[in-house]
């Protein structure tokens, strides 16, 4: 079993322009964008728990949505919070799941968010066997 600590090192080693929702700003300066739903999906293979939800404000206009987990034990890990730095107000979370059985369908419209998650899913595990070997 891995730590958060370990998973976080590899989740930000796995982070990419290629694996960043391309309407959220990614930037190698700021390498958390667009990785919110992904990551928490990586997360919850491998710690279990619930994924949270919640609309984004800025100056009172919700601008996105956002998503972290709740670990089975009730501590709530976001590895991308820090994206949100210029007066961002996260609303509410809300408990999303389960998740839909239609997301790696071709036609479901979040496909290509699946396929970046496939992306980033192996690039973390990938990272986790090679420290650990």
């Not at 890990?77 to 999303?96: A, K, N, S, W, Y």
């Amino acid at each position: 079993m891995h730590t958060p600590a370990q998973l976080e090192q590899a989740i930000r080693a796995g982070w990419s322009e290629d694996t960043a929702d391309p309407d959220n700003g990614w930037t190698p300066q700021k390498p958390s964008c667009g990785q919110c739903d992904i990551t928490s999906l990586v997360v919850q293979d491998l710690f279990g728990g619930d994924l949270l939800a919640a609309d984004v404000f800025r100056d009172g206009e919700r601008t996105e949505a956002h998503m972290w987990n709740r670990l089975p034990s009730g501590i709530e890990i976001d590895l991308t919070r820090e994206q949100f730095r210029g007066g961002e107000v996260i609303g509410e979370p809300r408990v999303v799941g389960p998740r839909p059985d239609t997301l790696g369908d071709p036609s479901h419209p979040r496909y290509h968010r699946y396929q970046q998650y496939l992306v980033l899913s192996e690039r973390v595990q990938a990272y986790l066997a090679s420290a650990a070997g």
